[in-house]
């Protein structure tokens, strides 16, 4: 009991501005991103009208040639998996504080001991520290930002530059139909 109380307690900063000094970067780990359904099964629709309009022509023009290799419904469902690195700051009162790092940083970035400015932002989860959106480094005047994955480049250009096509094709149709 008497250990508890010497142990100092960690804070998570409750401002979009955090000043203080890096005490430690912890071990990282991954987390997976969601991605939601509506996106989901709106870009694999509007990439299905270009896959079916393909096979059509492919069947007409009795040419061969296999589709590469498409990825499942529950790989893209699953989402992209980002590095976590929980970081440690203290403020210039000498509370500690808890932050995360999303995506990966250089090494030679940031240093324990370096006075930075962090612009965070809330995750919507009480249980999760607020998250690194900007670092400004004061002891080496650098300005970074982490850079996690995004929901786009995890389903891929192919299948976006796919689902674009598809939904002009879509549109055209649609307006063919109207307008004739």
């Known amino acids: 009991m008497d250990s508890d109380l010497r142990r100092p307690r960690i804070l998570r900063p409750t401002g979009r501005i955090f000043t203080g000094r890096v005490v430690r970067f912890m071990d990282g780990y991954t987390r997976e991103m969601k991605v939601g359904q509506p996106v989901l099964v709106a870009v694999v629709a509007a990439a299905g009208v270009v896959q079916l309009v393909t096979l059509l022509a492919r069947t007409l023009l009795k040419v061969g ?3 590469g290799a498409r990825r499942t419904w529950k790989d893209l469902k699953k989402g992209p998996e980002f590095l ?3 970081v440690r700051l203290r403020d210039t009162g000498g509370q500690l504080y808890e932050v995360e790092l999303h ?3 250089a090494q030679s970035a940031v240093h324990p001991g370096d006075h930075v400015q962090l612009t965070l932002r809330d ?3 009480p249980d999760l520290p607020p998250r690194i959106e900007r670092i400004v480094n004061i002891t080496t005047t650098q300005w970074l930002t982490p850079r996690p ?3 786009w480049s995890h389903l891929g250009p192919p299948l976006l530059l796919q689902a674009a096509v598809g939904a002009l094709l879509v549109v ?3 307006a063919l139909v109207i307008f004739v």
């Open 65 to 67: 040639g296999g589709a």
């Open 84 to 86: 976590v690195t929980p």
């Open 103 to 105: 995506g990966h940083l």
């Open 123 to 125: 995750q919507g989860d």
């Open 149 to 151: 994955p995004t929901v």
């Open 172 to 174: 055209l149709l649609l």
